[in-house]
């Protein structure tokens, strides 16, 4: 089973980090674009099998994989000659919070807490999403892994956060659906570090965490 501990105590609690992609907005959309969407219009750019350009995409994921450019539209752009940003674009409306987010916000806006987001998202898709969810109005800042030239995997990454933040590690929540990023996050100091289960609404859940996992929110707070 997954660690388990107690309830977060938020009395001993300044500010929650949350990360976008898989725990505030649900990953399929992000998945179905990188999965299906990427892939056939470089199979057909390439004039390849919709198989064999999967193959090639996923093998050059895979070697970029919690790297910087694993995450930048301008580098998947000159890679393939595809528009990433007009191929994102035509799926937003598969773009949406995952069950409860909305009213976890709502609760955080309620309260006393910072909240600020803390995500890997390249600043096109961060566009995207802000069009449709408009994030920047429920919390206190937005900050890309871009804006520090280091992803979310990278100690640098957080040190450059808590520089332009001045969070106190220890009295900060962080809530995220990746196990490296999270396990960077805890190296970091961060008190509470959340594994978010099934970042996914079209799959099941990911490998158990080494870190507390939750499905909904409601389990972390006191829900009305």
Known sequence: MPTTKPAIDWQDIDTVLLDIDGTLLDLHYDNFVWDHVVPEAYAQLKQLSYAEAKEQLFAQMHQVLGSIDFYSFDFWQQRTGLDITNLHRQQSQLIGFRADAEAFLDWLGASQLRVIIATNADHNSLQIKESVVKLSARVEQIYSSQDFGSPKEHQDFWHQLQKHCGFDPQR????????????AAAEF???????VRTPDSQRGPRAESIHPSLDRFHEIYPAI
């Open 172 to 183: 900060t929540v962080f809530l995220d659906d990746t196990e490296r990023v999270l396990n």
């Open 189 to 195: 100091g961060i008190r509470e570090v959340w594994h």
